[in-house]
Structures are given as C-alpha cells and as structure tokens.
C-alpha cells in the first residue's frame, strides 16, 4: 500500500504544472456515526465553516477552512457519518459518491482523513479497507482516546500504522488533544503535494475490488484480516461504562423508561412553548420598537412605506421565531450529543413501527415541531429507503413553529378566553391542542395510507447503535445553533424579504392622484379577486385569499399579509388592531376552517424545495402538495358547515 | 438467504442452535447464521454482526426487543430480527476448533 502511494505521489510531481493558480486542496473527513467526526471537523475549522448544498443532488455539503500551523490553508469536506459502502441508504450514497469524485460542484478530495472511535477498534476499522483501495494520502484518525485508557483499554498506534501503511493519530477530539497531530499531516502530506493530475477512476464498494464472493464471506474475511492486525496491534478493549449502564438501567426500564420518555417530550414541547416566550417578546420589543424609530426617523416617502410596512413587518413577523427554533435545536442538540436520543429511539420503535414508520423517525418528526425543512434533512438517518420516504411525507403534518403565529392570531381574534375544564385547561389553550392533535392524526392516517399503498414493503430491519453517554459540550452546542440560525435567517431574508417587498408594490399600484389607490382597488385586490371563487365556499374573501397565495411561501407569511392589508386599509388609524380586523372579516366557523387549512395545507416552499431535493425529483412533493391541499380544503369545508 | 458458517467441522455440530430470542440475558452467544435477506443482513454484516462473532444480550428494551453488547458498542434491534439471528452457545471447547 505505502509503495503504490509513493508511485502515486512521484506521478502528481510529473503531471503538476499549474501550480499557481491550483486552488487550495481539498481532504475528506469520513468516518462512521458516532466517531466524534463532527466534533474533530468543529475542532479543525472552528467558525470557518458553512453548510450549502451541492447544485442538483440531494447532498448538503459542510466544507470548512482549516488553517494550517505553517500559516496555509486547506479545505475541509465532512461526509454524512457511514458503516460501509453498500450505497444502501442517502448517506452511504453520499459518501461514496464525493469519494469517487462523482460529485458536480465538488472536486475528488485530495487527502482522506479517516476518523474512527478507538473504543470499538474492531468493528470500527472495516472501513479502512475499503477506504485505502482509494489509493490517497491517508490519516486515521483513532478517537475517544481519553475513554479508552480511562476504561482500561489500549492500543499501539505505530504498529497499526505499520501494519496498515497509514499514518495513525490518537486524539481526544473533545479536548482537543492530538488535533495538531491531523493539522500536521495535513500541512506535511497534503498541503505540499502537488495538485493531482487527471483524476484516476475511483471505486468503492463493500466487496473487495476484483473478488466474486458472496457478500457475508467477503465480509468474514476482511473482519479476519482486521482482527489480525488489531490483535497485533495489542488492542485491548476498554471495560464496558459502568456509569452508561446504570443510566440505561432507567432509561431502557420497563416502567421508567418510557416515563422519562414522556417526561422529555414533554420538556421540549415546555421549552418551546413557555421559556421561549419571553425571549420572543423581547425580540418582538425590538422590531416592533425599532419600525417605530424608522417611522420616526425617516421623512415620510414611498421608501419609508416599503421599509417599515413592508419589509420590516414582513421580516420581523418571522424574526420573532428564531428564539424559539434555538431554544428547540438547544434542546435536541443535548439530548443528541448525550446519547439519550437514541434510546428515545429504541423507546419509540414499537409504537411508530404500528403506524408504519420506524424509530428513527422519531428525531425528524420531533424537529419537525421547529420546522420542517430540518427535520427531512434529519430523515436521512433513517435507513430503509420507503421508511424515509414516508417518514418525509409525515413530516410536514407535525405542526412546525410557523404556523403558530396565525394559530396564535386566529385563536386570539376567534376563540373567547374562557375555561373549559375548570383552571386546568382554558378553551383557547385547548383549541391549540387540538391543532397539535389533528398533526397527529393526519400523519398517523397517512403513515399507515402510505405503507398499505405506494410504500408498500416487507417489515424492515430497525437497527440502532446505543453510544455511551456523554456530557454535551458547550462548543458543540454553539455551533449546532450558529448554523440553524444562519439556515433559519438566510431564509427568511431570500424569500419573506421578497415576498414582502412585492406585496407592499401590488397595493401601491395603479396609482390615483392622491397616491396610492384604496386596498379594495389596488392590483393586489385584482389578483385575490381571481382566486375568490374557489375559497368563497370556505366563507373566506379575497383578503384572506391572499394571505393564503403568499402563505405558500411561508406559513407565517399570511400574518404579515394581513397585517399589511389590513393595515393599508386602515392607513392613519392609530387604534389599528390586526384582531379586530380580522373578526369582521370572518365569521368563526370559516375562522375555524381558515385553521385546520393551515394545520393541514402545504404552505411552504422551503418544503417542498428541500423535499425535491431529498426524494430526486418532484414526484413527491406535487404527490404531497396536492394531497395535503385536498386534505386542507376539504377538513375547512368540513368544518364551516359543522361549526 | 441462508448463511452457512464458514467451518462445518463435525465435533461443532453437536452444538444446539438456538434463535437469539431465545438466549437468557447476559449470556455470551455465538452467531451462526443469519436468516435474512442480503439487504436486510448487510446492515448487520457493516456493523460487525458477522457468522463467528460473540454477542451477549444485555438489556431488553420496554418492548421487549433485544439490545445486545458486540465489540463494545451496544446494538438495539426488533425481537423479529433476533428471531432470525442463529446461535449457538460458546462452551470451552469451542477454542479448540
Ligand atoms: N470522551 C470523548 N468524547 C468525545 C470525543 N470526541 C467526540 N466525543 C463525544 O462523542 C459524541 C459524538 O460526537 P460527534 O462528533 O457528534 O460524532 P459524529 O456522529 O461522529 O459526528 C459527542 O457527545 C462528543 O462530545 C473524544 O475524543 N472523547
């Protein structure tokens, strides 16, 4: 191996001739889930890195900077966390296909840095077979090395590192301990080789290259080879953690097990909807005081009127949510760095494998209460191919932070603030669980729809590794909510900015001689009209029709439609209140249709963006679009008659 | 798809086979053969729930589904694939084949 390298690097030398203006090369990070693979790559590249997506496939890249001890820099690519190469699940397809250089919009990695966790040595290095048919400059990387000798286990590094013909690093990458060691080999055996030539072909696969043998042989042989040199290598495992199996004598109990369970899903959803509260008022003090002081500041232009009725009202509607969506991946963030969301997992199999899903769907739905595009990302763990499917095609019905702003409006406006089971439980409180209620109902229904149509399958296999727990990290914690706010904000400024600043222009147009026209004439007013008769049976008008049009691109873009209608309309009165507006505007049976359109509708285009992206094409989501529209109009026609 | 061990030596045949959810808690197994097909035991196989290697069941989940302690790492899986995963218990002979 260390020989082929060598020919390999000689031949770069010959073919490297534009040297100059070679862009800075690029190493992969791969590694089995668990490894400590994210916490290295946060420790190599710090605040240097970003998420984006690769142009056309179904892949979110994270690349990051790394800065090099000689002052040099090279990129730094995390591949999704794999056991193998079968290419059976998105994230295995993933890898292998950046690995091989397959990939548009990303180069073949130059460097491999191959990052495994040294307490379970031996099932974890299956992969570096595999990985060194690549023939690229390679590092293992041995992890968790901290817990290995505080466990009593060992390792020789130097013999494994001759045995394979690798170098081999030992890090803690909590700590940060043996992180130079992987700086250093990037900046000795990377950063100075000459850029590659033409790419050789690359292939990777479970089997060996060039070997016929049914899979589980192929398998048995290679474990045979590890185990060999991993014997040699003096590997002693560490002593199972006898902390972790007194937390899992609770958590996996019987009776208790399924109590603490509850107890956190219960937690999550109090995080989101009581101690975000506060914060979220205070934002609101911001925006709202802040357009004050625009309006007080600016002389009074059509600039002023886009800047603070469109613009502000529209962003700072949505801004007001970021607390929230932080204070929920805050909360997922612990319960995932401590290892506790994969028992939550295995506690939830049983009951999601009843309605067709599987355990692993737990984490994408339950973030699904954030919001819905995260939460199809998180999908990917899920590993059989109909499982994520469906698990996708659920996640919209949980119901996602976005809609509570006009959940919170309508019920304000339409439901009486009254009790209904003596103090425990008001009517409008009860109202809002019924909304979180119909989620569920609508995405067991579908689950189970589903797996007896389009995903029909043999039950699958459910398969779920228990890492120890761990104390998360503060900086793993930072980071993880530094990136969901950069996703959550570049959001909201592409598409709400847009959509506001067009509203804002439809009802300035076509202008009389006083300036803007009345709201009721306005070109805005023109293009609900169009739309009037399909809502009019659902006793809407053409106001709310709009908000609904808008609301495609977010849920909680209708609040601030109708807040700049309304409020358009209403120019010049002080005592303007969106409320009042609203209960003369519907009557409360089409204000309760107007709700369960919301809680069923497909109102967002980041969905349905990141749903084409993760299913390959648009089958899916145009299935989905119209299937939870048909859903959404028929539950509010229901409901205007009922109520 | 059966999966046949690699060594078929008479002396190891007199050894019961059991089905994994049959085995007691806390009792080191060896697995024989994985009764599932190719893309159902390939998970499996990648995480080294392999013909030959040692497995103890450690803990049953509140469903009773079987979580089980190879190579250090803990594996929870449905009692439906443990019905499907051969074993047979490991005595002090076994060393010898
Ligand atoms: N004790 C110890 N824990 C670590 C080390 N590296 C990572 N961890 C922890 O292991 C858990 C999983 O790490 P993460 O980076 O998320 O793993 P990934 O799934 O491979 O990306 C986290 O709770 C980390 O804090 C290490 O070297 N020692």
């Known amino acids: ?643 | 798809m059966q999966l046949p061990t690699a060594s078929t030596n008479a002396s190891e045949q007199e050894f019961v086979e059991l089905r994994l959810a049959q085995v007691p808690l806390r009792q080191t197994v060896e697995l024989v053969r994985i009764d599932l097909p190719p893309e159902q035991a390939e998970p499996l196989l990648e995480r080294g729930v392999l013909p030959g290697c040692r497995i103890c069941p450690v803990r049953s989940s509140p469903s009773g589904d079987p979580i089980i302690s190879i190579d250090g790492s803990l594996l929870a899986f449905r009692k439906e694939t443990a019905a499907c995963l051969c074993v047979r218990l490991i005595t002090q002979f076994r060393d010898a084949g």
């Not at chain 1, 889930?33 to 605040?47: D, I």
């Not at chain 1, 077979?129 to 992890?143: A, F, G, R, S, W």
């Not at chain 1, 996996?252 to 956190?264: C, D, E």
């Not at chain 1, 969301?341 to 209460?369: C, E, K, N, T």
Request: with cysteine; aromatic share 8%.
């Open chain 1, 1 to 643: 191996m260390a020989e082929q390298r060598a020919v390999l690097v000689g031949a770069r030398v010959a073919s490297g001739a534009a040297l100059q203006e070679a862009p800075s090369p690029l190493v992969a990070l791969i590694g089995p889930p668990n490894s400590g693979k994210t916490t290295l790559f946060n420790q190599l590249t710090g605040l240097r890195q970003k998420v984006a997506n690769y142009p056309g496939v179904t892949v979110e890249k994270k690349v990051g900077t790394v800065a090099l001890p000689d002052g040099g820099e090279l990129d730094l690519v995390d591949l999704p966390g794999v056991h193998g190469f079968s290419a059976r699940t998105l994230d295995e397809r993933v890898t292998r296909d950046v690995l091989e250089g397959r990939v548009e919009g990303i180069r073949a990695p130059d460097a491999l840095v191959l990052i495994v966790d040294s307490t379970r040595l031996e099932s974890q290095l299956m992969l570096v077979e595999p990985v060194l048919e690549l023939d690229l400059p390679t590092l293992l990387v041995l992890n968790m090395c901290d817990e290995l000798e505080q466990r009593g286990g060992r390792v020789d590094d130097s013999h494994l590192a001759e045995r394979l013909g690798v170098k081999v690093a030992r890090t803690s990458a909590r700590s940060g301990a043996g992180v130079d060691l992987v700086r250093e080999f990037l900046a000795t055996e990377v950063a100075v080789a000459e850029p590659p030539g033409p790419v050789q072909p690359r292939t990777l696969s479970n089997i060996p290259r060039g070997v016929a043998l049914p899979m589980v042989d192929a398998f048995k042989q290679r474990r045979a080879r590890v185990s060999e040199v991993v014997a040699g290598a003096g590997f002693r495992s560490p002593d199972p953690s006898g902390f972790s199996e007194r937390l899992d004598h609770v958590f996996l109990h019987r009776i208790w097990g399924p109590l603490v369970f509850l107890a956190v899903v219960v937690l999550v959803f109090e995080s989101i909807f009581t101690w975000a509260v506060p914060i979220m008022d205070g934002v609101e003090l911001v925006v709202g005081a802040s357009g004050n002081w625009l309006t007080a500041t600016l002389p009074d232009t059509w600039f002023r009127s886009l800047l603070v009725d469109g613009v502000w009202a529209g962003v700072g509607s949505v801004v007001i949510f970021l607390p929230q969506i932080l204070v929920l991946f805050l909360f997922l963030g612990v319960l995932e760095d401590s290892g506790y969301m994969a028992r939550a997992a295995v506690i939830a199999d049983r009951m999601m494998y009843r309605v067709g899903l599987q355990g692993r769907a737990f984490l994408p739905l339950l973030s699904g209460y954030a919001c819905a595009v995260p939460a199809i990302l998180a999908a990917r763990t899920v590993e059989d191919e109909r499982d994520r499917l469906a698990t996708i095609f659920v996640t919209p019905f949980m119901t996602c932070s976005a809609r509570l702003p006009v959940y919170a409006l309508l019920i304000a406006a339409f439901i009486p603030d009254e009790p209904l089971l003596g103090p425990i439980l008001g009517k409008r409180a009860a109202m809002l669980l019924g909304l979180y209620g119909l989620g569920i109902v609508a995405a067991i229904g579908t689950a189970f729809l589903l797996k007896r149509t389009l995903l029909k399958a043999e039950p699958t296999a459910f398969l779920m590794e228990l890492p120890p727990y761990r104390v998360p990290t503060l900086r793993s914690l930072g980071l993880r909510l530094v990136d969901r706010s950069g996703v959550f904000l570049k959001r909201v400024g592409k598409v709400i900015f847009t959509v506001s600043i067009v509203l804002w222009t439809l009802t300035q147009f076509p202008r009389t001689e006083l300036g803007p026209p009345p709201i009721d004439d306005s070109a805005l007013a023109s293009i609900g009209h169009l739309i009037e008769p399909v809502i009019a049976p659902l006793g809407f008008d053409w106001k709310i029709g709009v908000g609904l049009v808008t609301s495609l691109a977010a849920r909680e873009v209708i609040v601030g439609t109708l807040g700049t209608i309304y409020g358009v309309e209403a120019a010049g009165d002080e005592s303007f209140e969106l409320q009042d507006a609203l209960t003369d505007a519907l009557t409360p049976a089409s204000a309760i249709g107007l709700l369960i359109f919301f809680a069923f509708a497909l109102q967002c285009m980041s969905t349905v963006a990141v749903m084409r992206r993760e299913t390959a094409g648009w089958k899916w989501p145009a299935l989905q679009f119209m299937y939870m529209l048909l859903l959404a109009y028929a539950g509010a026609f229901i409901a205007v008659r009922v109520f």
